[in-house]
């Protein structure tokens, strides 16, 4: 069990990826039944690798999709450049800094003034 390429999925036809997915869906299933017994799996990493493949398949899926819905002359995020974030300045808190302070004085040293 290799890992899919995200440059080979994409070269599938929608069709071809459904069947991919679902095959790789129950070949997850089928390992997850024999690790679940108990049996040793005759590859330690298939699982993940099946994981991955399966998650690679449905994004891909998910890109298609929503390349679909985009207007056409919209371009995407990707490569675009995003404005630095500015810090805002906080105005001076002088007077709370004071009333603070005095709400600090518990109340038993309260009392003895």
């Known amino acids: 069990m290799s890992l899919l390429r995200a440059k080979e999925i994409r070269a599938m036809r929608p069709d071809d990826r459904r069947i991919k997915l679902k095959e790789l869906n129950d070949e997850l299933m089928h390992e997850r039944g024999v690790a679940a017994m108990g049996g ?6 298939k699982i993940r690798a099946l994981r ?26 990707r490569g675009e450049m995003k404005a630095p974030r500015t810090t805002k300045s906080r105005p001076p808190v002088e007077e709370a800094e004071e009333e603070e302070a005095d709400s600090s004085v518990g109340y038993d040293q309260e009392e003895k003034k």
Do not use: H, Q, V
């Open 40 to 45: 040793a799996p005759a590859s330690p990493g």
């Open 52 to 77: 991955k493949n399966i998650a690679r398949i449905m994004t891909i899926d998910r890109e298609f999709e929503l390349a679909e819905k985009r207007p056409a002359g919209a371009s995407g995020d």
